[in-house]
């Protein structure tokens, strides 16, 4: 996106530099509708430069997290340039809303969708908070320096968790078991440093929340992300439906997994083998390899979508080699002048990685079948949607996973592993979001409170078939695994709610291919431009997760599954 009112030189280095384009935008004269359509123009683009320096501090910080220089470069921004950001920001916000020709444009849905973020953020935003906000994400972004360092040393070779991990895939059981042990002891030595961290995030969250006139920061948060179409309750009642539609889909897998491997006890090593004891799927040796692979089964969904990781590839715009060093997880990251987003992940050469690639890759296609909207409050989906985008690529591409599997047995194992692993996030998901939900609402427990919370909720949502006796220590800490806890509350039961619209467009689209796909790209094209049952049913999906809804749609995946079981 090429720039109107703001210099293609101009880059953000200070804050006393980029204060007279806030001013601007202050004094910006508005006595007339054109003239206030030129301020969200103008307000869009100031949002999309300084959201992408911002973007562009992160991805390098998180490509190379023993860079000190880039960790100071976001670090900076957050605590030096951010918070002198969010005072004009509410000022604009004021602005927006109190202008009179505002009410001729509420008119058309994208613009009521955007004037009630704003009305919303309004309302939450407090000018103590700001400071809090800033010291929240320089701690957040601990988490990736603590975890990024993280290592084991098996066969003379030091490997980072996600290289190590892909020992769990294979047949010998005392490999196995000797690499679950050494990764677990690893991420053990560090739970009181990670405990410290989550208790600082914890107290500073809950002020924020009392100073928004919150009694917690679960309802903060609630209303904070925008949650306007399902409360709180809604999420209890989601966690009840995979609790009695899903768990027990898991339960047979697992039974059926211990009996097939033929042991006496499932241990939580065992869970990643292939069940006949088969050496484990080897989709593609490097980065490069998958990236090309990738775009095969994207050219073969839609050639559009092979031309866009094309596009990435030109620019560079992907990291996915797993690295000591690099932070963990993996994102797409949308870049707001440049209209092409970054993918960043931990590629080990696993079916996980895959699974990773294709995710971040639907993220990545949401952002460009969103680049023709006119404003950057347009293109900003709302989590439970833009989860969609990425859950649905990854069940619409396992027909075109032969481009990483020429032998027809290790396409169908491929695909047996990617739709066990659809029922197997569901419980995890409750389980993380069920966690949440405890913390916040009790911000003054202790340790130990937490550890024994975790455990009643992890049972909640266990299947009772592996057998963690050995390991409860470990167990009892594995909720630290999980990034988003750390650097992004809350935002997690979003994969439920978008697991169950990505189902249902699969479903479509094993049904008819052409409407199916026409309805994915529909539903993504709308960005944040109606609202998320709308955006639903746009891509012809129902927004429900009644557990009547979940049952059918988690049936049709068990259906699914058993036929290529038969095959």
């Avoid at 003239?35 to 190379?64: G, P």
Wanted: with cysteine; glycine share 4%.
């Amino acid at each position: 996106m090429s720039r109107n009112c703001i210099p293609e030189s101009f880059n953000i280095t200070t804050w006393e530099l980029l204060l007279p384009y806030y001013e601007k935008a202050i004094d910006f004269p508005i006595n007339s509708a054109d003239e206030f359509d030129d301020f969200l123009k103008y307000i869009s683009e100031l949002e999309s430069m300084v959201s992408e320096d911002l973007a562009w501090r992160y991805i390098k910080m998180t490509c190379d997290t023993n860079n000190e220089e880039l960790e100071k470069r976001y670090v900076d921004f957050v605590n030096l340039i951010q918070p002198h950001i969010a005072p004009f920001e509410d000022k604009i916000n004021q602005k927006i809303h109190q202008s009179p020709y505002k009410s001729a444009l509420e008119k058309e849905k994208s613009y009521f969708i955007y004037f009630r973020s704003i009305a919303n953020s309004i309302q939450l935003y407090r000018e103590e908070n700001v400071p809090l906000f800033a010291e929240i994400q320089t701690l957040s972004q601990k988490y990736g320096s603590i975890t990024g360092s993280m290592s084991v040393e098996i066969d003379g070779k030091v490997l980072t968790l996600q290289q190590a991990s892909n020992i769990l895939k294979e047949p010998n059981r005392e490999r196995r078991q000797m690499a679950y042990e050494k990764i677990q002891a690893v991420r053990f030595d560090k739970v009181d440093e990670l405990n410290g961290l989550f208790n600082e995030l914890i107290q500073l969250r809950h002020q924020v929340a009392k100073n928004s006139g919150f009694s917690d920061f679960r309802d903060y948060m609630h209303q904070a992300m925008g949650r306007f179409d399902y409360s709180v309750q809604d999420c209890f009642d989601f966690h009840a439906a995979i609790e009695q539609q899903v768990v027990p889909l898991l339960k047979k897998i697992e039974s059926e997994r211990k009996n097939t491997l033929g042991y006496e006890t499932l241990q939580p090593f065992d869970l990643a083998v292939d069940p006949s004891n088969r050496p484990a799927l080897k989709p593609f040796e490097t980065g490069a390899e998958l990236l090309e692979k990738s775009i095969q089964c994207f050219t073969a969904i839609d050639p559009e979508f092979g031309e866009n990781l094309k596009t990435m590839k030109q620019k560079c715009f992907l990291d996915l080699e797993s690295r000591l060093g690099k932070a963990p997880g993996g994102y797409n990251y949308p870049l707001a002048e440049s209209g092409v987003p970054f993918i960043f992940m931990n590629a080990a050469g696993s079916l996980r990685d895959v699974e990773t690639m294709v995710h971040e890759g639907g993220h990545a296609m949401h952002s460009f079948l969103t680049e023709h909207l006119s404003l950057n409050a347009f293109k900003n989906a709302p989590m439970e949607v833009a989860e969609v985008a990425s859950m649905s690529m990854e069940l619409l591409s396992m027909d075109t996973w032969n481009a990483f599997f020429d032998n027809e047995g290790d396409l169908k194992r491929a695909k047996i592993e990617q739709l066990e692993g659809v029922i197997a996030t569901l419980p995890w998901i409750a389980t993380i979001d069920a966690f949440q939900h405890w913390i916040y609402t009790h911000p003054q427990h202790t340790i130990e409170e937490r550890v024994e919370a975790w455990k009643k909720i992890s049972h909640r949502f266990d299947t009772g078939v592996t057998d963690y006796s050995k390991y409860q220590q470990y167990l009892s800490n594995s909720w630290q695994k999980q990034l988003h806890l750390y650097e992004v509350p809350f935002y997690y039961i979003e994969y439920g709610f978008a697991q169950l619209g990505a189902i249902a467009i699969w479903r479509n689209f094993k049904k008819d291919k052409v409407n199916g796909l026409m309805g994915y790209k529909n539903l993504l094209s709308k960005g944040y431009t109606v609202t998320i049952p709308e955006l639903f049913e746009s891509g012809g999906v129902k927004f429900d997760f009644s557990s009547n809804y979940v049952g059918e749609l988690f049936q049709f995946v068990w259906d699914e599954l058993e036929q290529l079981k038969k095959n």
